[in-house]
């Protein structure tokens, strides 16, 4: 069968290795006081940082033209988008090493539909967690197509990835199955996929919510990326609150297989990270690296 | 691996039959002269027939009040959506029989971007089929969100399913690998899945357009619904341009393995239709059928 093949063969070559999976947080993008509102400032900000560490030439000098690949309608816009197709078509390639994955929270989304319906305890017997379900995932999914459409207009070739729709599911809230071959066929045709935590079927619950994080872990496990980067709302790992005044950052808090930076979206910190251009003795870098052992 | 596990073991037990699959035709849902505009009455009133449809209680006489599962903000519409969880919580059931798959077109979405971009032919070492690609899946997706909501609004648990993120793939424009596990078990928990035409990567193009009625055809050929409803914006297959004053309705055209009909949307033909109500010599339905040789 056809499914079986594509199984076997994942495509004419090995993919080459991911080189960074960046957790865009929640907290970071959205505005988490207020129901589902983006926060528009930050999530641009990170959006041209990952172009900047995609960038082939070094060097940030003078800003490019941009391929914004968003040619649809926005919002309270009524002109139709300008695409300027002859100049697109004689560029002689993007300039970007797109070997990325994104994987991003849900801050003001999809948080209150899961909890007022409880969908993560599962039970699709009850009309409330059906409708929560259904909920939940427009709540999410709204937020994964504004943040496709954002890393679009940088230039970034970006496809919106459900892991619900990928047919990830888990058996008591633990993956219990997640195929990668589309997320890898996406990155092997130069596409960045971005992914998000979703409402999926559980095997023993029926249903439940896989975080963004859980998913980060897997794809690190299967992919083995030269780093993972997570962007927050503070500068990373603190000993206490952050709120806290005396709460001191952890520069480096435990040793794994790959290299972890978590630091403050739309800061210098995160752009060094997003370059993976962390080395372990920089005093001006503020976050917290989790060392790999290699 | 989870990955082959799950694809030997479908689900707990056999799925029933899908009783219909629908095509939400792209010129009845949207406004096809206008870029990227949805036509909301239309879409609101098949939706609303969708239900009526599925609805186990026959007689369509006091109207139900509605278990709404669009629990998100609305564009320009400032308060926050109100859910009543107690009351969802104590409804019995949805009272709806959900067999149902919804598939639809793209209208004036998607085309604008396809069409400028050469997104069909192939050829992802070209800028602006690359930017199309992304361009057109974002236009796509979006409608895709909005007949899910839609379909919400009236209390359908509809799920948005793209064939890209399924993992669907074309050689040469024709379909190469269609896994349909995670549309299987949607069906199976009680959900309505919700595809569209999208944007695909192929094996010899490298990527291509895989429209809605190629959908259609593969997922009756491998579920064999009960019935196949088109809705479009005439009443059926005529002998010439409907436009033509003398054109005349072609009721019933060819047979096939399943009963198909195609009908206007939101007219009582289309209500006939969606239930499978159209018996061979009624005078009174508009529409054609191609009618199975069963």
Known sequence: MAEEAAQEHPGPSAPRPVRCIVKLGGAAITNKGELESINEESLRSACAQLRQAMSESEGDGAPEKVLGMDWSKRHGDPAD????????????????????????????????????SGVHKGGLHSTLVKAGFVATRISVTSLNQEIVRALAREGIPSVGMSPFTCGWSTSQRKIASA???????????????????????DELLDCTILSGDVIIRHLAQLLSPKYVVFLTDVHGVYDRPPTDPNAVLLKEIARLGIDVYITKAGTEHSLRALKGDVSSDSEDWLGTVIRSSK
């Open 81 to 116: 988008p300008a695409v300027d197709a002859e100049w697109i078509a004689g560029m002689a390639g993007l300039g970007l090493d797109t070997n990325f994955i994104v994987v991003h929270g849900a801050g003001s989304f999809g948080h209150f539909q899961a909890s007022r």
């Open 179 to 201: 195929n990668a071959s589309q997320i890898i066929q996406s990155l092997h045709a130069g596409f960045v996929p971005v992914l998000h935590g979703d409402a999926v079927l």
